[in-house]
């Protein structure tokens, strides 16, 4: 199966700070998603890019494919922000879907 | 709307007990998950059904029964279940299987005695 190594697997950051998170891959992949877990359990879907560069306000995500990884920036970052941020793909099977371990962000007023 | 509804949201359960989980959503979607997440891990795919269809078992026991009895619902019956069974239980939807934005929901915290 296809291996996703996402790093760092913990990040504490003061608010108004900016970051970077990453995703590793083991193979080509026809789907990647970024999300957010919040403490409560809910997962929401933040990007779906499987190519190319997104932005949505403070959040933005670029996936380089054929170099196999992923990156997730979060700018001013808010309290809000905390929980674990997940990366997730599929290859082209379309049989599988992998996430990654996560980062768990702390968001410190 | 991209809502994904599930009930209950919390469950508790005898190993002896027969129970069930539901997952919900309107929004056209053709393809549905079910997903088991232990605490402090990713969640992993149990099952795919694509339009209506189960599509992929992860190799899950048959202590876990999945039915899509329509395009909109997603079952998940639970029988015989083990204390290590516990996690939360995540539905998700897409438009087509694996191809796409899956949206999730809140899921069912499950507790089996």
């Known amino acids: 199966g296809i291996q996703v190594e996402q790093s760092p697997p913990d990040l504490i950051l003061q608010e108004g700070a900016n970051s970077t998170l990453r995703c590793n891959f083991s193979d080509s992949v026809n789907n990647l998603q970024w999300f957010h877990q919040n403490p409560w359990g809910q997962l929401i879907n933040l990007f779906y890019?499987?190519?190319g560069t997104k932005q949505n306000g403070r959040l933005s995500a670029t996936t380089v494919a054929t170099e196999r990884y992923s990156l997730l920036y979060i700018s001013s970052s808010q309290t809000t922000d905390s929980g674990v941020y997940f990366c997730?793909?599929?290859?082209?099977?379309?049989?599988?879907?992998?996430f990654g371990s996560g980062t768990k962000l702390n968001v410190k007023p | 709307d991209t809502e994904v509804t599930q009930t209950p949201k919390h469950l508790v359960m005898g190993m002896t007990n027969k129970k069930s989980l539901k997952c919900e959503q309107h929004m056209g979607h053709r393809a549905m998950y079910w997903y088991k997440q232990k605490a402090k891990k990713p969640p992993e795919l149990m099952f795919v059904?694509?339009?209506?269809?189960?599509?992929i078992n992860e190799s899950v026991p048959s202590r876990f029964s999945p039915e899509c009895p329509n395009s909109s619902l997603l079952n998940l019956h639970l029988h015989a279940l083990q204390p290590e069974d516990s996690a939360l239980y995540l539905c998700a939807s897409s438009q087509e299987q694996l191809t796409d934005t899956q949206y999730f929901g809140p899921g069912t915290r499950l507790t089996v005695l």
């Open positions: 890019i499987p190519s």
């Open positions: 997730a793909v599929g290859g082209y099977n379309f049989n599988k879907f992998y």
């Open positions: 059904y694509s339009y209506e269809k189960l599509s």
